[in-house]
């Protein structure tokens, strides 16, 4: 069955540094998304992306995010400089139309020491 | 409350009741979707209903919309351990996908 693979499943980082968090989506689907989940809060919408342009952010993601596909497989999303509220387990989810089910893959838990 | 409340937060039952989730939102919606959540996995969809469907069924899962009311509820027939996992409404009310995820609902079922 095909599914949303995401890497790497657990990166620390130094507070300031860059991290690019990696994402592949199923392969016909065409809207591409990323979440975040602070421990123990609910899961809150990042940025969708559709037609190789962001469609929709949210205020979370300011100017120190952003997020690519490089290569039409591979989904990125990169922290320019990683601040300690940043450490959160975040998920990349991909949809065939944008209006039916999206499928989430199993997260990146980022922690910012 | 915020779009994509549920309740009860925590629920803990035996194995074999039943177990049923609400969700209430506040937006006109295309769709709702319920997900499920093992403890910090990835988030695994469950079902989807359309805003024009009343009740959906898949397997032991029963869901309902009430859109006059703006809510939902998920049901889970004959509970199992393996059910225990975080649930969280999501509900999408534009063309791009975008979803808003309630706070879950903590289920425990007990052998």
């Known amino acids: 069955e095909p599914e949303v693979t995401q890497t790497p499943s657990h990166q620390v980082t130094q507070m300031g540094q860059e991290v690019i968090l990696r994402c592949v989506p199923i392969s016909n689907h065409l809207y591409f998304y990323w979440y ?4 123990g809060q609910k899961v809150e919408f990042l ?13 979370i993601f300011d100017d120190q995010f952003s997020v690519e ?6 989904f990125t999303l990169k922290i320019r400089s990683t601040k300690l509220e940043d450490s959160a387990m ?7 139309t944008g209006v039916l089910e999206a499928f ?5 838990r980022l922690t910012v020491v | 409350s915020q779009q994509g409340e549920e ?28 997900y499920r959540q093992n403890s ?45 996992a ?13 979803l808003i995820f309630g706070q879950g609902t903590e289920l425990s079922v007990k052998p």
């Open chain 1, 36 to 39: 975040r989940q602070i421990l």
């Open chain 1, 47 to 59: 940025v969708s992306f559709y037609n190789n342009e962001i469609s929709e952010k949210s205020e």
């Open chain 1, 69 to 74: 596909r490089p290569d039409g497989s591979n």
């Open chain 1, 90 to 96: 975040y998920f990349c989810a991909s949809s065939s």
């Open chain 1, 104 to 108: 989430f893959g199993q997260g990146t």
């Open chain 2, 7 to 34: 309740d009860p937060q925590a629920l803990s039952i035996q194995e074999g009741e039943n177990a049923t989730m609400n969700c209430s939102y506040k937006t006109s919606i295309n769709n709702l979707q319920w």
């Open chain 2, 40 to 84: 910090g996995r990835g988030l695994v969809h469950l079902i989807l209903i359309r805003s024009n469907e009343r009740e959906k069924h898949s397997g032991r899962l029963r869901v309902t919309l009430d859109t006059s009311k703006k809510s939902s509820s998920l049901l889970i027939t004959a509970s199992r351990a393996a059910d225990t």
């Open chain 2, 86 to 98: 975080s649930y969280f409404c999501a509900t999408d009310a534009d063309q791009g996908g975008k």
